[in-house]
């Protein structure tokens, strides 16, 4: 398992109109936050940030990472908000094989190598995968080549009709899950590459969407939705949990995503670790 470098454009999520308040009132409309109360988190008054959000006041570099953080603005639309501004960006972008990501690099490897023999994933913003274990290289088998050259994109090959989808039983919806998923993404980033994935994605022709409720066994009760997926003439099952970093400080460090898998019942786990041996 090696850690790619990459790096997904994400665009500011800017509304129309110019400078910073426009952006600010978009995301605190986003947010469903009013003036006041975004006000009394910012130490500030409704009246500045009325102000702020038409034009009439320009404010600090200081106000504006003050109520980007209020709004849990993310990190590189924090630098938009700067530059709209009229200040420089505050976050640092980092490519992830720069030597300062080294101790970064070496530990999202060991997570997901102390994670096998379950299946585990890093992507970034375009789920561009930048590392995986040898648990996603199981789930991979059969995938074909033209499919596997790098640069590996998450949910194309999930979704690709020559991909993992004719193997996941539950494909209507597992396919369901990770749109919404990706449409909650572009509604918060306003990313015109994630946008053009989604269309793509979206329109692929998957073999039975609906799913395969004539094959499934007898319903069990599930904490998660899974993702139940042939392999090897059996049928395992998933629930998958997205792991984030807390408080990053660089924009390529807040878009690194860790997606676990873990059994959702005892013979996927068995079998899996039977594998491991």
């Known amino acids: 398992m090696t850690i790619v470098p990459t790096r997904t454009d ?25 003036q ?3 006000a009394l988190r910012a130490d500030s008054s409704a009246r500045h940030i009325s102000f702020v959000e038409t034009g009439r006041s320009r404010p600090s570099e200081e106000m504006v990472l003050r109520l980007a953080e209020h709004l849990d603005v993310p990190v590189r639309e924090r630098n938009s908000l700067l530059l709209a501004a009229g200040y420089a960006p505050h976050y640092p972008e980092t490519p992830l094989d720069d030597p300062a990501l080294d101790a970064l690099r070496e530990g999202l490897e060991r997570l997901i190598q102390g994670y096998e023999p379950y299946p585990a994933l890093v992507v970034d913003a375009g789920y561009t995968v930048v590392a995986a274990n040898r648990g996603i290289t199981m789930l991979l088998d059969g995938v074909p080549e033209s499919l596997l050259q790098p640069p590996l994109n998450a949910m194309r090959l999930t979704l690709h009709p020559q991909g993992l989808a004719p ?3 539950n494909l209507g919806e597992w396919r369901g899950h990770l749109l919404a998923q990706m449409e909650r993404q572009i509604a918060l980033h306003r990313s015109e590459p994630l946008r053009a994935l989604y269309e793509e994605v979206a329109a ?30 059996r049928v395992l099952s998933f629930v998958s949990s997205i792991a984030t970093f807390n408080t990053p400080m660089d924009v390529t460090v807040s878009e690194l995503a860790i997606e676990t898998f873990l059994p959702a019942d005892p013979a996927t786990a068995k079998y899996l670790h039977a594998l491991g041996d």
């Open 10 to 34: 994400i665009a500011a999520a800017a509304p129309a109109g110019k400078g910073v308040g426009p952006l600010l009132r978009a995301w605190r409309e986003r947010r469903r936050v009013s």
């Open 36 to 38: 006041l109360e975004l």
């Open 167 to 169: 193997r996941i039983r």
């Open 204 to 233: 692929y022709l998957a073999p039975g969407t609906a799913d395969r409720e004539d094959e499934q066994p007898a319903p069990v009760p599930h904490f998660a939705l899974p993702m139940r997926i042939e392999h090897d003439g």
